[in-house]
């Protein structure tokens, strides 16, 4: 294992911000890991994945590890069902790709999600009516400061809306090192209902669609509106889709009656981010190097070189707007470091 010093890590997340790790390894095996951990025990540690899921904002005076460990296995399989455990450095679409290959059903609207296996629980990652929570089984991670192994079933996950107990009362203490899934070999229940999904599909002239149409239909859209990480840097999502009480609601819709909502329960309602930000006059602004994502508003961007604060200030100035003008104030998807 290689250990590098003053490391750029612009290559490793998905922004593409280029700041410093003042110590670096990638770890490819859990003795690797193991070691590493037990050699900087007293010492702040930081965990960097696929890095899609964060806005770097300062250099990283610390050791920072890489979790490359691959790997994809089947573990048991039965007339319908199969299990697999993949290791958490597996590139997730990858993933994807394998179970369409395998004819696995279960993740096939989960295509293009940029990001490694292992941090695809932290956020409960989701697209096109699927979230992650609903095939994986378990998850293997190491406890940092004991070095020991927990296995978290799905119910010890706390899964939310692109939340989980990694990100609440379990945060920053475990590295996972392995997630599991449950996959239909046949019989696939196939998720079509979101409308671009069943559009694309139509368009197609496909009514009868397997897992690979379906991932197909799934990288089409996303190719249609999410800018590729190897191009424009971005982090998906910045924000949450927030959730409002129907009271709210109600009086928003009287001066926007054509506001898009989901509803949650009587009670709540749900409005994509994306609308707000686009009605507050942010689709495709840029200042600098940092953006707004022209095709989709909820995705900020990074032309080139902008910095993390860069970033951060058009976040902030979309978050005082939006309280301002429809009293909302968003939470923030991505971690900001
Ligand atoms: N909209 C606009 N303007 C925009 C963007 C969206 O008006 O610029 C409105 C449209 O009315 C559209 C609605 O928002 O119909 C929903 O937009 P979209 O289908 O693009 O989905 P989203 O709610 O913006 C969420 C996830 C995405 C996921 C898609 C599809 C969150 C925070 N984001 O976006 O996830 O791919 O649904 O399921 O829940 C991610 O988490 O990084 C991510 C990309």
């Given at each position: 294992m290689k250990i590098e010093y003053n490391k750029s890590l612009k290559k490793y997340n998905t922004f593409g911000i280029d700041v410093i790790a003042s110590e670096f390894a990638a770890i490819t095996s859990e003795s690797e890991l193991d070691t590493m951990l037990a050699k900087n025990n007293k010492n702040p540690i930081f965990i960097l994945s696929g890095g899609s899921n964060m806005l770097l904002t300062e250099n990283l005076d610390m050791l920072v590890l890489h979790i490359a460990i691959k790997g994809i296995a089947v573990t048991e399989t039965s007339e319908k069902h199969v299990s697999v455990s993949v290791n958490a450095g597996e590139n997730w679409h990858d993933f994807v790709q394998y179970c369409i290959k395998n004819n696995?059903?279960?993740?096939?609207?989960?295509?293009?999600?940029?990001?490694?296996v292992g941090s695809a629980p932290i956020q409960n990652i989701g697209a096109y009516g699927v979230e992650?929570?609903?095939?994986?089984t378990s998850c293997e991670a190491i406890h940092?400061?004991?070095?020991k192994k927990h296995i978290f079933l799905n119910k010890d996950c706390k899964f939310g809306y692109r939340n989980s107990i990694f990100k609440n009362d379990?945060?920053?203490e475990y590295i996972i090192t392995k997630v599991t899934f449950r996959l239909t070999k046949k019989e696939h229940i196939l998720n079509t209902s979101y409308g671009a999904i069943e559009n694309a599909l139509a368009d197609q002239g496909?009514?009868?669609?397997t897992i690979k149409d379906v991932s197909e239909a799934v990288i089409a859209i996303r190719k249609s509106k999410l800018p590729d990480p190897s191009q424009i840097g971005n982090s998906g999502s910045f924000f949450k889709n927030p959730v409002v009480d129907i009271n709210h609601f109600t009086k928003l819709q009287k001066t926007y009656p054509n506001i898009p909502f989901y509803k949650i329960n009587e009670e709540h309602i749900k409005i994509p981010a994306g609308w707000l930000i686009e009605k507050s006059g942010f689709k495709g602004k840029r200042w600098g190097d940092a953006g707004v994502h022209k095709k989709q508003a909820l995705v900020l961007v990074n032309y080139d070189n902008a910095t993390g604060n860069e970033i951060l200030n058009v976040s902030k100035k979309i978050l005082t707007e939006i309280k301002e003008k429809f009293d909302i104030l968003l939470e923030t998807e991505v971690n900001i470091i």
């Open positions: 696995y059903g279960g993740v096939e609207n989960l295509s293009l999600i940029p990001g490694y992650l929570k609903d095939t994986m940092i400061t004991t070095r379990a945060k920053g496909i009514t009868k669609p």
